[in-house]
């Protein structure tokens, strides 16, 4: 049975730690940031986009037996939804005028989905009176799933940034890329930590963070890609 005190704490601590990671990734851009009002309106539908998720994942998990198509489904199904609901809302939007403003947006649409995400995990032992069950799983996700969502996401969003002055065509190419390396690394993540003891889950995040690592490197990458000159033409005669 529910009550207000789980759903109070599970939202803290669902939430509190979320936003520690959000202003951390919004610091990657502070020479040009972006629109308060767009990082609300992108967390949030990050956050609406778990409700379009669940009913897909359960179709899913209804024809199919658990093993590693049906996870590897459930991985194209959260970043497929991750990256079309910043693609509808956010990306044709005039505020997108640098390269690095899509991977920030695509990390702030994961961390509003992981948001949501934790809170309905940390429901089950909360409401259960579970407190210290309710704290390790929380820290747990703290240190792998809200990451691997980052980094996830992140990857389709740096694919594109890497395409920003290039044709659509290319675009296409980078950002379908992009999506194939996000979902391959959410499912290894996925079977790693259903197939591995307990006692080495450690060793599965060590290797989120490493990743991490990599995608801050990749990100002050993004920030030196500087506008071509023929990009600054078509903007005047626009």
Known sequence: MLNIEAVSLAFLFGFVPILIWLIFWLFQDLKH????RLIALTFLVGMLSVFLVIPLQKIAANQLPIGFLLILIWAAIEEGM?????WLVVLHSTAVDE??????YMITAALGFAALENTLFLL???SGGDLLQGLVTGNLRFIGATLIHVLSSAVIGGAL?????KSKSR???YGTIGVILAVSLHTLFNLSIINTDASLLLIVFSGVWVGIVFLLLALEKIKLITRPAWWEKASIKK
């Open 33 to 36: 940031p972006e629109p308060k």
């Open 171 to 173: 675009k296409f190419v």
């Open 161 to 165: 940034a890497f395409a920003f002055f």
């Open 124 to 126: 089950t032992p909360l």
């Open 99 to 104: 390269p690095i403003d899509i991977p920030i």
């Open 82 to 86: 991750k990256f079309f609901v910043v």
